[in-house]
């Protein structure tokens, strides 16, 4: 069978700690951001989203970065818990008519009570 | 529940079977996507509709692939001659369709396809 899939970037966290998943784009023309997260056996959940004109959005207990110039994201999860343990996918809008999303291969936060 | 609704959750299938899939979006979302997941993996993009139009596929939509969303409201995926290889999540998503080009999709929480 296939392993390859299944080495996710790992981040392991205690409990009330703060959190910061990275993701590098791959598309300098991609305008939109969103962050999901993904439980098991669950479909993606919208977390938050930045467009390309900011490079800071805050929601709760949550934050995005955007850095354009090195086409990196990061989510910031403030004093951690363990229901937010799943795994987190950034994606981007490549931007055109379709609005279709592409995504990153994700990072799995473990938070440790 | 008003949330993208995908029907079964769970389908095991021999190899050379035919399986169809359903998703109901958000009840006023223009925009319907289809997207596949294997494990470890990201979403990777299928195929997208616009009301009843489907204006995009991907080269991952081989010709064993079908999407329909006849009255631009549910949808189907179809895979006929199922292969090992198309064992995974098959994710269903909507959007708004607004004029912006930028919008959030919601995600259902898939099917999840195991060929045996």
């Known amino acids: 069978g296939e392993s390859v899939g299944l080495h996710l970037p790992t981040l392991s966290v205690q409990e009330g700690d703060n959190s910061i998943i990275n993701c590098a784009y791959s598309?300098?023309?991609?305008?939109?951001f969103i962050w999901y997260k993904q439980e098991s056996g669950k479909g993606p959940q919208f977390i938050i989203d930045?467009?390309?004109?900011?490079d800071k959005r805050q929601g709760q207990r949550v934050t995005v970065l955007l850095n354009k110039t090195v086409k990196h994201l990061s989510l910031q999860i403030a004093a951690t818990q363990p229901g937010d343990s799943a795994v987190y996918f950034c994606?981007?809008?490549?931007?055109?008519?379709?609005?279709?999303?592409?995504f990153g291969t994700g990072t799995l936060l473990a938070v440790q009570p | 529940d008003t949330g993208v609704s995908q029907d079964p959750r769970h389908k095991i299938t021999k190899r050379g079977q035919n399986v169809t899939f359903r998703c109901d979006p958000i009840s006023e979302h223009n925009r319907l996507y289809w997207y596949r997941q294997t494990l470890g993996q990201g979403p990777e993009f299928l195929t997208y509709f616009q009301n009843e139009a489907q204006l995009e596929k991907s080269r991952l939509l081989s010709d064993r692939f079908s999407a329909e969303r006849p009255k631009g409201s549910f949808s189907t995926l179809e895979i006929q001659r199922t292969e090992q290889g198309d064992s995974a999540m098959y994710l269903c998503?909507?959007?708004?369709?607004?004029?912006?080009?930028?919008?959030?999709?919601?995600f259902g929480s898939g099917t999840q396809l195991s060929v045996l």
């Open positions: 998503a909507s959007s708004l369709g607004a004029a912006s080009p930028n919008e959030k999709l919601f």
């Open positions: 930045i467009r390309s004109n900011m």
């Open positions: 994606a981007e809008n490549y931007g055109g008519a379709t609005n279709k999303l592409i």
């Open positions: 598309n300098s023309a991609s305008d939109y």
